[in-house]
């Protein structure tokens, strides 16, 4: 079974900071995706980034890039100049290629100290 | 609509009565998702449908939990004989197909079951 592990439960970090939140996650496939899901107190999941486990090449989205280790099965996600609206629940997700489910972690909660 | 939309988006309930939530996909969305958000937790997968074919029911939880899609359009999520367990926010997100493609999500149906 597939499953993805957030080992961070909250995280915190100074505005205009750089924080990095982990994610592992472990599979027997070859061809998947990952993706980054942020949760603000609205409760709407909202897309932050994604990526192709065939692309070497990291994702990455404006201020959000991604560390992407395919040997280590290793997902962070790297928020560079950390904004007061940042804070949020980020959830790490997976979808194996030809199957629709999507696999969450547990999420890291981020706090923006100002 | 603009979003996928659900509704009720609270809903209190006493411990044995039935429960019906609701969402409305991003029109022209072939694929819907239901999840279940327990308080402290990641999502939990609960059912996919996609076209016509017939849904992926492997998360649904028992069989107090059951979903239908009319129309290929809203679907909706009913919960018979609910338990205090049941409480969770319960998410709905729609997608145009699989893959890298980005599933929407809904506000999300915070149930509460006393």
Known sequence: ?114 | GAGVSQSPSNKVTEKGKDVELRCDPISGHTALYWYRQSLGQGLEFLIYFQGNSAPDKSGLPSDRFSAERTGGSVSTLTIQRTQQEDSAVYLCASSSTGGLTEAFFGQGTRLTVV
């Open chain 1, 1 to 114: 079974a597939q499953t993805v592990t957030q080992s961070q439960p909250e995280m915190s970090v100074q505005e205009a900071e750089t924080v990095t939140l982990s994610c592992t996650y472990d599979t027997s496939e070859s061809d998947y995706y990952l993706f980054w899901y942020k949760q603000p107190p609205s409760r709407q999941m909202i897309l932050v980034i994604r990526q192709e486990a065939y692309k070497q090449q990291n994702a990455t989205e404006n201020r959000f890039s991604v560390n992407f280790q395919k040997a280590a099965k290793s997902f962070s996600l790297k928020i560079s100049d950390s904004q007061l609206g940042d804070a949020a629940m980020y959830f790490c997700a997976y979808r194996v290629f030809g199957n629709e489910k999507l696999t969450f972690g547990t999420g890291t909660r981020l706090t923006i100290i100002p």
